[in-house]
């Protein structure tokens, strides 16, 4: 069973810092999204990364994937309030018929003016 | 561009009452997927669905039922709600085609059972 775990789950952090969301899991797989999620709303796609060591960037966040080792990190840059959510990894186990995704915990990031 | 669409957005029932939720996939997508996120968790996979024959099944109770029609849309049948089964019920769509068959996600539909 593919297991998906993220750390820290809860992370409060001044403006103007930096921190990292990091995301392990358990069976290999090249294909992991990166979501946010505001209280009550939908999931907002943040990032597919579809092959070891990718690596992709928007505005203050950037997202890498390293297949080899299971993990993929969020780096979060000169954090401001507005990135105050709910961010979610999600590995997506390919079927023959399809795919499931199997989510992390969710790291609930407070960004504190 | 046109997204995926669930309908009712919010859903108001009693205990032991049914529900049923609809998801309209983006155009031209061929798969369905079912996701239910209880309060603060994470989305649990449901079932799948994919040329209207189920594709996978994950944690769905046997209270609740799945089909796709002829049209790609999908509805979520609920039966003898319980209160555990108060969510967020996220569906989604991909494309089958060659590739990698990104799934997108609609708005959802709050379940509540009082």
């Known amino acids: 069973e593919l297991k998906v775990e993220q750390n820290p789950l809860f992370l409060s952090m001044q403006e103007g810092k930096n921190y990292t969301i990091y995301c392990n899991y358990s069976t290999t797989s090249d294909r992991l999204y990166w979501y946010r999620q505001d209280p009550g709303k939908s999931l907002e796609s943040l990032f597919v990364?579809?092959?070891?060591?990718a690596v992709k960037q928007e505005g203050r966040l950037m997202a890498s994937l390293d297949t080899k080792a299971r993990l993929s990190t969020l780096h979060i840059t000169a954090a401001v309030h507005d990135l105050s959510a709910t961010y979610f990894c999600a590995v997506d186990y390919p079927l023959t018929s399809g795919s499931r995704l199997t989510f992390g915990e969710g790291t609930q990031l407070t960004v504190n003016p | 561009a046109a997204g995926v669409i669930q309908s009712p957005r919010h859903l108001i029932k009693e205990k032991r009452e049914t529900a049923t939720l609809k998801c309209y996939p983006i155009p031209r997508h061929d798969t369905v997927y079912w996701y239910q996120q209880g309060p603060g968790q994470d989305p649990q996979f449901l079932i799948s669905f994919y040329e209207k024959m189920q594709s996978d099944k994950g944690s769905i109770p046997d209270r609740f039922s799945a089909q796709q029609f002829s049209d790609y849309h999908s509805e979520l049948n609920m039966s003898s709600l319980e209160l555990g089964d108060s969510a967020l019920y996220f569906c989604?769509?991909?494309?089958?085609?060659?590739?990698?068959?990104?799934?997108?996600f609609g708005p959802g539909t709050r379940l509540t059972v009082l």
């Open positions: 989604a769509s991909s494309f089958s085609g060659q590739g990698f068959r990104e799934q997108f």
């Open positions: 990364l579809l092959s070891n060591g």
